[in-house]
């Protein structure tokens, strides 16, 4: 019987890739055929739209081939084509679970091309909203991992957890997703007292909650046997991959951003980085689970200490005026002209600034020509970068463990795919 | 901490170094395309640097009439929690560089992604396909030739 590769006229360059992965796995009791299973782009437990080739044997996983691209819109070519001002909706539309700590790395970047110092307080809000956006990210990826593997209520508990951050940002920043709430040089708008008792009722209530999902997952039988030892890549190989984030710290190695090359006012707050050793499914989620409760710390330190002032830098050439002030001074009028229709003018140069967002190192590299579009952006997405592991990962796995990987992997395709 | 990785780079590889320079704390060090490999395992072996993660590996086309494209290496040390950008310029004929896979396995899908993107060519890569664009595409968008808009048709319908 012909197989179906060979009714293809052309055999696909994917297929070609997949026919080249070593797949020199011995299990004890091998089945007698080898078959290729393809799953997604539209497969639910993908965390949307992965497409993941994979060659079993019986129920083992000898290789596989991730393909990425089904969500690339191509945001690197826009930037080329958009002033600094105008990249940063975009940014949102990239890790579209924390578009927050995006909005952060981006307008951090610039910052640092452009040499421009923000206000404290500014500098003190935007480390409360990356910690928002990070514990709201984690609340999604422990939920949906507990999902993946068979547990539905984490998942409705997390989320409804997850909605009230959500509602924080509606009263910060007018929208639920797609934020855009750091402007160059500052925010779009002062953090309130409203947000201080939402955010504080919030806190109150998040240690609870994340007890009742400690009781639930931490010693659930099903639970533990679906991750543990499920997904493992050792320390090495997770430095030679590049991965960062939860992934590399649940393989032992301490890289944290905020606290390795730090950037905003982290120096000034406490905090621990959560590791782990066992670098399996587990593991990962155990990080993300304690980090969420590091975050919920740094927030409440954030808010104690969140001083008085502008939010904005005093650069007229290169901020945003307030909009008020547009419609009623003529220098801002101008001002604001001026920076909407051509742009800030940036030395020439390149620069790079990482930060550590949820899923991992999210970095902006701009390269500068002088004019008010960059003449190259390029996103580094930590989930693009962290699913390259994931052949490594789910070799040897049976079928049912990969979704358990790919949700500890907690990968976001807008971001992987740019 | 970036003189001292200057110094042992331009020590060790007296011509291998062509320039340098220090833009907002960032350390920029252009190689020759060939020795790329070799720079690359030093600074991944030198006890003292021990650069062992490529963070990011991008192209960039600068549209010049020579050294047109460049290739730019984002390392960073865990030991030293200090970044470094290597950057080596390519010629639009001869649009090929030697890979770096067999130093960081993580560069992989980054240099996928660069011939993607730009359709610079990775010697030695072990598995060079597009990352992004369908198998078939012909162009590659980044590079500034290739128009905003994209090029009509340049996908075509699926087969009936």
């Not at chain 1, 080739?53 to 081939?65: F, P, R």
């Not at chain 1, 960062?244 to 980085?273: E, H, K």
């Not at chain 1, 001083?307 to 901020?319: M, R």
């Not at chain 2, 047109?68 to 649009?95: M, Q």
Request: proline content about 6%; some cysteine; overall charge negative.
């Amino acid at each position: 019987m012909p197989t179906v590769v060979a009714e293809h006229p052309k055999k696909s360059q994917i297929l070609a890739a997949l026919e080249d992965v070593d797949t020199s796995f011995t299990d004890v009791d091998p089945l007698e055929n080898t078959m290729v299973l393809n799953m997604g782009p539209q497969h639910p437990a993908t965390h949307g739209v992965l497409r993941v080739l994979i060659k079993l044997d019986g129920e083992t996983v000898l290789g596989s081939v991730p393909e990425l691209g089904y969500l690339h819109r191509g945001y690197e070519k826009i930037a080329e084509n958009a002033t600094y001002h105008e990249f940063i909706p975009h940014t949102d539309r990239l890790d579209y679970l924390a578009p927050l700590s995006n909005n952060v790395g981006y307008v951090l970047a610039v910052e640092k091309l452009l040499g421009i110092e923000i206000p404290k307080r500014a500098e003190y809000i935007r480390v409360l909203i990356s910690e928002m956006a990070r514990v709201a990210s984690h609340l999604v990826a422990v939920g949906s991992m507990a999902m993946d593997v068979g547990a539905l209520t984490v998942l409705l508990w997390t989320f409804r957890e997850r909605e009230k951050l959500l509602d924080i940002y509606d009263v910060l920043c007018g929208a639920r997703f797609t934020t855009s709430y750091t402007r160059i040089g500052g925010l779009l708008q002062d953090w309130t007292d409203t947000c201080t008792a939402m955010l504080t009722k919030f806190l109150d209530e998040f240690d609870q909650d994340m007890k009742e999902v400690q009781q639930l997952l931490f010693t659930n039988r099903i639970f533990i046997e679906r991750c543990e030892n499920v997904g493992y890549i050792s320390r090495q190989q997770c430095i030679d991959m590049g991965m960062t984030g939860p992934i590399l710290r649940a393989s032992g190695v301490p890289r944290d951003l905020r606290r390795d090359n730090p950037y905003l006012v982290y120096n000034d707050l406490d905090f621990d980085v959560i590791t782990a050793q066992e670098s399996d499914a587990l593991a990962r989620f155990h990080v993300r689970f304690s980090e969420a409760m590091e975050s919920a710390k740094i927030l409440r330190q954030a808010m104690q200490k969140l001083p008085a002032g502008p939010i904005c830098a005093n650069e007229t050439k290169k901020v945003l005026p307030r909009k008020d002030r547009v419609y009623t001074k003529m220098e801002e009028l101008i001002h604001d002209f001026m920076l909407i229709n051509m742009g800030i003018d940036p030395p020439v140069g390149e620069v790079y600034q990482g930060i550590e967002s949820s899923k991992g190192e999210f970095g902006i590299y701009i390269v500068s020509d002088g004019t008010g579009q960059p003449w190259r952006l390029k996103i580094r997405s930590p989930s693009m970068v962290n699913l390259s592991a994931l052949p490594v990962m789910i070799k040897g796995a049976m079928v049912s463990d990969i979704v358990a990987i790919i949700g500890s992997i907690d990968p976001v395709m807008g971001e992987a795919d740019k | 901490m970036n003189e001292l990785i200057l110094e042992k780079l331009k020590q060790r590889f007296p011509e291998s170094v062509e320039s340098s320079n220090e833009f907002r704390g960032d350390l920029t060090v252009q190689i020759k395309k060939n020795h790329i490999v070799k720079v690359g395992e030093f600074l991944k072996n030198d006890p003292d640097l021990q650069f062992d993660m490529v963070i990011d590996l991008l192209g960039v086309d600068m549209y010049r009439p020579e050294g047109r494209f460049e290739v730019v290496y984002n390392l960073y040390s865990i030991k030293n929690k200090k970044f470094l950008r290597l950057k080596v310029l390519v010629e639009e004929e001869e649009c090929i560089v030697p890979s770096v896979v067999s130093v960081w396995s993580g560069a992989n899908w980054h240099e996928r992604e660069t011939f993607d993107m730009f359709g610079i060519k990775f010697a030695g890569h072990p598995d060079l396909r597009r990352m992004y664009m369908p198998e078939e595409y012909q162009y590659h968008p980044l590079r500034k030739d290739f128009p905003l808009m994209g090029i009509p048709d340049s996908l075509p319908l699926p087969r009936k």
